[in-house]
Nanobody, 118 residues
Framework: QVQLVESGGGLVQAGGSLRLSCAAS????????MSWYRQTPGKERELVAR????????NYADSVKGRFTISRDNAKNTVYLQMNSLKPEDTAVYFC???????????WGQGTQVTVSS
C-alpha cells in the first residue's frame, strides 16, 4: 500500500520559517519525481516545487523562488520543503505528490495546513 505522509505544517508569523516533510512508503522512492503543491479554498491546486528522482534538478513557482527549497533523501524515502521568509499569501494546504519516472503511477498525500499570520 502506497502512502505519502506530510508533516511539519502549522501556524507561523510572517517572515518565519517552516520545514515540511513527506515520507513515502510502498514505493521505490528513487524512481519517483516528487513535487509539492498547495491549494487554497476556491482555487486550483498549484505547483510549488518539483525535484527529479535523483535530486539533480529542481523547479519552483515564481512566487516562491529564492524563499523555498525542495530537497530529498532517497535513503530515508523523504522529500522536504524548506520555507523561509513566509508571507500570508503562502497560507494553504500543502500536498506532496509522487509521479513514477517510467510513467503509470501518481500518488498524493493527505495535505498539511500552513498558516502564515501577518
Amino acid at each position: 500500500q502506497v502512502q505519502l505522509v506530510e508533516s511539519g505544517g502549522g501556524l507561523v508569523q510572517a517572515g518565519g520559517s517552516l520545514r515540511l516533510s513527506c515520507a513515502a512508503s510502498g514505493v521505490t522512492f528513487s524512481t519517483y519525481r516528487m513535487s509539492w503543491y498547495r491549494q487554497t479554498p476556491g482555487k486550483e491546486r498549484e505547483l510549488v516545487a518539483r525535484i527529479t528522482s535523483t535530486g539533480g534538478t529542481t523547479n519552483y513557482a515564481d512566487s516562491v523562488k529564492g524563499r523555498f527549497t525542495i530537497s530529498r533523501d532517497n535513503a530515508k524515502n523523504t522529500v522536504y520543503l524548506q520555507m523561509n521568509s513566509l508571507k500570508p499569501e503562502d497560507t494553504a494546504v500543502y500536498f506532496c505528490n509522487a509521479v513514477r519516472i517510467f510513467g503509470g503511477y501518481e500518488y498524493w498525500g493527505q495535505g498539511t495546513q500552513v498558516t502564515v499570520s501577518s
